[in-house]
């Protein structure tokens, strides 16, 4: 008995031990590689890893969303290529996914950033040219109906019986694409939900009947918020019940919930905040990481829009071309359609299923 007793402590204590030992922790440690200080930091809040990195006096920032490991000390060389033009970094690191980054005394670039793919029509669907896709689902608009791109699937989704051209009032949440139904005038009593995973539509009739110049402010915990300026009504539509609500004028900032004026949310289109470590940036019609408050340069192409992003993923319009960049492949071309060259707002919706 004294032995049972004695094991179960034992496997009990290792428990906690491994519980402790494995857990994501902050941290920060800092190293050195052949002259080179290397600053790594964990932030178990945002789930990132951040790496300051100095060579000859010049910071270099770079981060990776890899699983959290015990280890540390988790980049094992630096391969530097230095000449009279630039100074690119390469990375030999264990348990995580790090980037090259490059410097040339004025810019931090990708060194994917020249890289220059051009498109290749692998196939066309309603007008609309195809290089390859990924894993994602792309929903496309065109005027009245959604083209819904996923792997093998071609299917055009009837919406509108007439040709919609501004459509500023949509929001995508979860695998959906909510719209008001835009063939009624001034105000609409129902939604219009698209399902990109099924491929389908429906109508959600509403009790109150909001303007078309409302917006959205974001979604939280399953219910989508909207503010209507002339009724002066701030709603919130919950997707589990499927019905509207009336409520108080607020907007969530970095999860709490602050009360705002009627004033400010009429004067400004506001939106839910939450602050980020890094995130992609237009700057002077350049596509840029940022991170830190340091602009990485992804791609030498003027650029439109960015359509969306997946961690470090990032979707883009350059003239009538959408593109994908990621850092540690660069950039590839997926889809081109000759109307994004005239309208590019809430014209592509993309859906990691």
């Known amino acids: 008995m004294k032995v049972k007793i004695f094991v179960i402590v034992i496997i009990i204590i290792f428990a906690i031990f491994l519980y402790f030992y494995l857990r994501p922790t902050t941290y920060q440690t800092s190293y050195n590689i052949n002259n080179i200080k290397i600053i790594e930091n964990y932030n178990v809040k945002d789930s990132i890893y951040e790496f300051e990195i100095t060579y000859e006096d010049i910071q270099f920032s770079i ?123 001034y105000q609409f009593n129902q939604f219009i939900i698209i399902d990109s995973v099924k491929g389908t539509k429906k109508e959600l009739k509403l009790r109150y009947q909001p303007y078309f110049d409302s917006y959205f402010l974001g979604d939280y915990e399953e219910k989508i918020y909207l503010y209507d300026p002339k009724e002066e009504q701030e709603y919130y539509l919950d997707m589990k019940k499927e019905e509207i609500y009336t409520t108080k004028n607020q907007i969530l900032i970095d999860g709490d919930w602050e009360s705002v004026s009627t004033q400010k949310l009429k004067n400004n289109k506001l939106k839910f905040e939450e602050s980020k470590k890094f995130e992609y940036i237009i700057k002077d019609n350049k596509l840029y990481l940022n991170v830190n408050n340091k602009n990485l340069l992804i791609s030498s192409r003027n650029v439109n829009n960015i359509v969306e992003t997946f961690d470090l993923e990032v979707y883009y319009l350059s003239e009538d071309t959408l593109y994908k960049f990621n850092p540690y492949e660069g950039e590839k071309t997926l889809i081109k359609y000759t109307e994004w060259n005239f309208n590019k707002d809430n014209m592509i919706y993309i859906f990691n299923n």
């Not at 896709?133 to 083209?147: A, H, R």
Request: glycine content about 0%; aromatic content about 16%; proline content about 2%.
């Open 63 to 185: 981060i990776s969303l890899s699983k959290y490991t015990s280890k540390r000390n988790l980049i094992k060389n630096v391969l530097v290529e230095n000449n009279e033009e630039e100074i690119c970094l390469n990375f030999e690191a264990t348990e995580v996914e790090l980037y090259p980054i490059c410097y040339d005394g004025k810019t931090y670039y990708s060194k994917y950033i020249e890289n220059n793919i051009e498109f290749t029509k692998q196939e066309e669907f309603k007008n609309i040219e195809i290089d390859q896709l990924d894993e994602k689902t792309y929903m496309l608009w065109n005027y009245n109906s959604f083209i819904h791109l996923k792997d093998n699937e071609r299917q055009e989704i009837k919406v509108f019986n007439n040709d919609i051209y501004n459509m500023n009032l949509i929001y995508k949440y979860s695998k959906y694409l909510i719209l008001p139904d835009y063939e009624q005038n």
